[in-house]
Nanobody, 116 residues
Framework: QVQLVESGGGLVQPGGSLRLSCAAS????????GVWYRQAPGKQRELVAT???????NVVDSVKGRFTISRDNAKNILYLQMNSLKPEDTANYYC??????????WGQGTQVTVSS
């Protein structure tokens, strides 16, 4: 009944941009905290960005000034705008919807590869 579907990943050159989308069905992102994680081969999953249901946005230091998290309430989509991409950003990116006391949901992931 609830589904999160990521899209927008792909192969991009260093310095390029990508916009990841996470389309939700069965829940409204306006009522959940929206979160982006990423995981590279051989590394632990790491937090990238958070947008709380009340509208507070945060990104980790390694992507500050380059990545922006946002949502479109009318379309029920969570976004991650990624600019000035670096090879170190290469990872599988996952969106996550959570709220204290409620069930939480994960997307299937979308691959981002930054290489020349």
């Amino acid at each position: 009944q609830v589904q999160l579907v990521e899209s927008g990943g792909g192969l991009v050159q260093p310095g390029g941009s990508l916009r990841l989308s996470c389309a939700a069905s069965g829940i409204s992102f306006s009522a959940y905290n929206g979160v982006w994680y990423r995981q590279a081969p051989g590394k632990q999953r790491e937090l990238v960005a958070t947008l709380t249901w009340v509208g507070s946005a945060n990104v980790v230091d390694s992507v500050k000034g380059r990545f922006t998290i946002s949502r479109d309430n009318a379309k029920n989509i969570l976004y991650l705008q990624m600019n000035s991409l670096k090879p170190e950003d290469t990872a599988n990116y996952y969106c996550h919807a959570k709220r204290a006391g409620w069930n939480a949901y994960w997307g299937q992931g979308t691959q981002v590869t930054v290489s020349s």
